[in-house]
């Protein structure tokens, strides 16, 4: 038998259990929080006012912060790209439609959430030259992105594993930057955003969990080959307006790094926890060819990590066109 119809053999096994998971890691949605719970209403007589108080405080977070909240909503919204990639994975099926399939478009329903707030406080906030947005966000998902992963389910889950940590960090730090500057409902808004991105990431460790409990040694290779290739942001290609595709990925991970919403030392940290979730070091029944790649994924995070410890990042002053001056 083929490794893909392996795969697809594996997808069908796990499948059986794909309302467990739902029940697990997904929220009923008459039940989940929804945009217009953290926005003002535009119903209400104090909706100007609550538009005021937002723009007034606004002006208290620089222009770094407010890059990054952007570049994080550019990628929230671009979701139309990754449901198409996920429904492309071997073992998912539309037709007929299979419990994998179900389970992309209900997690990527509860992610698409996350733009559709972030852009309305974007917009609220005066702050932000809402077109060069609007245009940032039709280039990425027009470019679309290629994680290294083609149609190989493992490959694509240590990848939303890995993603759905490092957005959660971000979202999570930008709260607390959020929260130090008084700004309590954005800190609110992206708190509630990092929970969300949490429960996805238990939710596709555990479908690794299960992959490595049932066909361990190219569970191991793919999670290797993933870690060699690096993980790649599914911002990668963000450009702006008459800009070459991924012209403005560097400068915008360099503004990220720079007030610390996402590090270096993050990705080597998400590393360390998905080879201790995962419990590599003990798995049993390995080829010899995956005990390598076992070793050389338990030396890996030290070896980052120096690498990152060696790394300079830059105070340029970047003028990015989303941007309005405070």
Not at 308 to 326: N, S
Request: aromatic residues 12%.
């Amino acid at each position: 038998m083929s490794i893909q119809n392996i795969r697809k053999e594996v997808m069908k096994t796990l499948e059986s259990k794909i309302h467990g998971f739902v029940d697990d890691f997904l929220i009923p949605i008459e039940k989940i929080w929804q945009p217009t719970d953290f926005l003002p209403n535009s119903q209400d007589e104090n909706f100007i006012e609550e538009v005021k108080e937002i723009r007034e405080i606004s002006k208290e977070l620089d222009d770094d912060f407010w890059t990054v909240l952007i570049g994080d909503t550019i990628t929230e919204e671009a979701l139309p790209t990754y449901e198409s990639w996920l429904m492309e994975l071997d073992g998912v099926a539309q037709d007929p439609d299979n419990g994998w399939a179900k389970w992309v478009r209900a997690w990527t329903a509860e992610e698409n959430r996350h733009g559709d707030v972030l852009n309305k406080y974007l917009y609220l906030s005066g702050r932000v030259n809402m077109r060069e947005v609007e245009i940032s966000t039709q280039h990425l998902i027009a470019d679309g992105f290629d994680i290294g992963t083609s149609t190989d389910p493992y490959k694509n889950f240590v990848y939303t594993s890995f993603q759905e940590l490092a957005t959660y960090i971000s979202h999570n730090n930008v709260a607390k930057i959020a929260r130090k500057k008084g700004h309590k409902l954005l800190a609110r808004m992206s708190k509630i955003i990092a929970g969300d991105e949490m429960r996805h990431h238990k939710a596709y460790t555990a479908f690794v969990k299960e992959i490595f409990r049932i066909d361990p040694s190219e569970m191991m290779l793919a999670f290797e080959k993933m870690m060699r290739h690096k993980i790649v942001m599914p911002a990668m290609h963000l450009r702006e307006s008459f800009e070459a595709k991924g012209s403005l990925f560097d400068d915008f991970s360099t503004v990220a790094q720079r007030i610390g919403v996402y590090t270096g030392y993050d990705y080597v940290d998400i590393l360390r926890k998905l080879n201790a979730a995962w419990e590599i070091d003990k798995i049993t029944g390995l080829t010899a060819e995956a005990e390598k790649a076992r070793d050389y994924l338990m030396k890996l995070p030290d070896r980052m990590y120096r690498i990152t410890e060696r790394i300079v990042i830059p105070d340029t002053d970047f003028k990015f066109k989303w941007m309005i001056p405070a």
